[in-house]
């Protein structure tokens, strides 16, 4: 079981960028899927972006372009870039660490097994 913790999240304007990044302890980082998802008030949880273990990465339509997300097995870490930050892209952001195993997708919240508690990102307009 990975134990993920997210930083990097605040206030920031509309045009801004930012960097959020995830901590993992336990488990073995490198198999993982590791994703990130963001949830609006009022609104269900939605995929951002995930990258595998060979760091294929996948992005949601709605931030393609604007997102880069990279992992690094040394230091156990994911970050998610964002660029052009909008209003809409206000959201508590959650870490996620999906096993690997045939079948599983990289988008879904039900491919991801271990939750961080989130971290917040207001963009003001």
């Known amino acids: 079981q990975a134990l993920l913790a997210e930083s990097g999240g605040g206030l920031v304007r509309a045009g801004d960028s930012l960097t959020l990044s995830c901590k993992a302890s336990?488990?073995?980082?490198?198999?993982?899927?590791m994703g990130w998802f963001r949830q609006a008030p009022g609104k269900e949880r939605e995929f951002v972006s995930s990258i595998s273990r060979s760091s294929n990465r996948f992005y949601a339509d709605s931030v393609i372009g604007r997102v880069t997300i990279s992992r690094d097995n040394g230091k156990n870490t994911v970050d998610l870039q964002i660029d052009s930050l909008k209003p809409e892209d206000t959201a508590v952001y959650y870490c996620?660490?999906?096993?690997?195993?045939?079948?599983?997708?990289?988008?879904?919240?039900?491919?991801?097994?271990?939750w961080g508690a989130g971290t917040q990102v207001t963009v003001s307009s």
């Open positions: 996620a660490a999906g096993t690997v195993y045939y079948g599983r997708g990289y988008t879904s919240t039900d491919d991801f097994d271990d």
């Open positions: 336990g488990g073995t980082f490198s198999a993982y899927t």
